[in-house]
């Protein structure tokens, strides 16, 4: 099965600031068609868990534009510009390319 | 808007079956894959099989043994049934609508189901 590594359990920072999460993957996750098959979510505690980014780099419908994807074959990186007080979470990344599906152990957003 | 929410019982006796039923509104479960995904403490997220809008299913080979995922389409809600829980299988079970262009595009809140005697 592909193994997705995100590295940082924690990162702390502070409102306003920048911040990037990775997520490196056992194997490319591109498929013929050109995509990536790597999507990000955001939860936080009392919400249900929303998904962000499709595709390493497409943003969902409704996502504010601070949250960007970015990334090819087996790297990926999930920036949010400018945190919010509510961007406070844990965020997972996904992959579909192939059965099992696997998640990343997860990064959770703290305050510093 | 699309809704889902889980139910079922919070406390489940080890070596007993856990079952949990997923009820969708705002859109028909015979369309795209429905699936279930656990959290375990610690936060490790496990996807743990689908079923299909046409009643085919896939599942974690992890759990290939002990898991099956079925379906009421009157009722448009879908069901999860673990055998042989143990006190590993306690965690937050969720269930979320899979679409291969936005895969878990919508969830439901959770259900913590603890594993004990």
């Known amino acids: 099965q592909i193994t997705l590594t995100q590295q940082a359990e924690s990162l702390w920072i502070s409102p306003g600031e920048r911040v990037s999460i990775t997520c490196r993957a056992s194997?490319?996750?591109?498929?013929?068609?050109?995509?990536?098959?790597l999507s990000w979510y955001q939860q936080r505690p009392g919400q249900t868990t929303k998904a962000l980014i499709y595709h390493a780099s497409v943003r969902t419908d409704g996502v504010p534009t601070r949250f960007i994807g970015s990334g090819s074959g087996t790297e990926f990186t999930l920036s949010i510009e400018h945190v919010q007080p509510e961007d406070f979470a844990i965020y997972y990344c996904l992959q579909t390319l192939k059965s099992p599906l696997t998640f990343g152990s997860g990064t959770k957003l703290e305050i510093k | 808007e699309v809704q889902l929410q889980e139910s079922g019982p919070g406390l489940v006796k080890p070596s007993q079956s856990l079952s949990l039923t997923c009820s969708v509104t705002?859109?028909?479960?015979?369309?795209?894959?429905w699936g279930w995904i656990r959290k375990f403490p610690g936060n490790k997220m496990e996807w743990m099989g689908y079923?299909?809008?046409?009643?085919?299913?896939s599942y974690n080979p992890s759990l290939k043994s002990r898991i099956s995922i079925t379906r009421d389409t009157s009722k448009n809600q879908f069901f999860l049934q673990l055998n042989s829980v143990t006190t590993e299988d306690t965690a937050t079970y969720y269930c979320?609508?899979?679409?291969?262009?936005?895969?878990?595009?919508?969830w439901g809140q959770g259900v913590m189901v603890t594993v004990s005697s």
């Open positions: 979320a609508r899979y679409r291969v262009a936005t895969p878990f595009d919508y």
């Open positions: 705002g859109y028909s479960i015979t369309s795209n894959y």
């Open positions: 194997q490319s996750l591109l498929y013929t068609d050109g995509k990536h098959y």
């Open positions: 079923i299909s809008y046409s009643g085919s299913t």
